[in-house]
């Protein structure tokens, strides 16, 4: 079965500690995505990846970091730095970079702060 | 600038048609995303709108104008497992990156 998976579900993070939240696809897609969803707000762009080695910051990258070594993966690290990390993460991938390539989304992270 | 609006909230009837509109405006446009997310998951695809006019897809029909900024999601037949948030999303022109309006939270009651 092709898709885009996320874990883990529940993410619980202490004050001062980085964690990271993993993306994997394995629908052979290009580019890959992260947002944020906060209640009453839209999905907002942290970061995004066109290519393989390659990635930009999206409207909200401050206090997240990302990497994109391999195609299948696009692991993002919540640091220190992001005070509110408290939220519903969403990986996504399309085809292409494009943005009117359809964006597939993973079933996403839920980050609680202790 | 880009600016999405949609409504909060609309509730209606299992059985019943309903309209969830979606305004915007936005430096440059190419083309509009409909998506649907039930509580806690992830968002599934259900349309996207690039030139004027209705397109239907079963019990889903998307509507766009591009010259008045407007589009809209038809659900006809409502069903109990249509509740759910419906996300409008922009394609800007030149750029690279979707906009999301806040979605529509909606409730289908007997």
């Known amino acids: 079965d092709g898709g885009i998976t996320q874990s883990p579900k529940y993410l619980f993070r202490k004050e001062g500690q980085n964690v990271t939240l993993s993306c994997e696809q394995n629908l052979n897609h290009d580019a890959m995505y992260w947002y944020r969803q906060d209640p009453g707000q839209g999905l907002r762009l942290i970061y995004y990846s066109q290519i393989v080695n390659d990635f930009q910051k999206g409207d909200i990258a401050e206090g997240y970091s990302v990497s994109r070594e391999k195609k299948e993966s696009f692991p993002l690290t919540v640091t220190s730095a992001q005070k509110n990390p408290t939220a519903f993460y969403l990986c996504?991938?399309?085809?292409?970079?494009?943005?009117?390539?359809?964006?597939?989304f993973g079933p996403g992270t839920r980050l609680l702060v202790l | 600038g880009q600016n999405i609006d949609q409504p909060t909230e609309m509730t209606a009837t299992e059985g019943a048609i309903v309209q969830i509109n979606c305004t915007y405006q936005?430096?440059?446009?190419?083309?509009l995303f409909w998506y649907q997310q039930h509580a806690g998951e992830a968002p599934t695809f259900l349309s996207y709108?690039?030139?004027?006019g209705l397109e239907e897809k079963g019990r889903f029909s998307s509507f766009l104008s591009r010259s008045k900024g407007y589009s809209y999601l038809l659900l006809k037949e409502l069903q109990m497992k249509d509740s759910a948030s419906y996300l409008c999303?922009?394609?800007?022109?030149?750029?690279?990156?979707?906009?999301f309006g806040t979605g529509t939270q909606l409730k289908v009651e007997l």
């Open positions: 936005t430096s440059g446009f190419n083309g």
């Open positions: 996504a991938s399309s085809i292409s970079p494009g943005t009117e390539e359809t964006q597939y």
């Open positions: 999303a922009v394609v800007p022109g030149g750029g690279n990156k979707l906009t």
């Open positions: 709108n690039v030139l004027d």
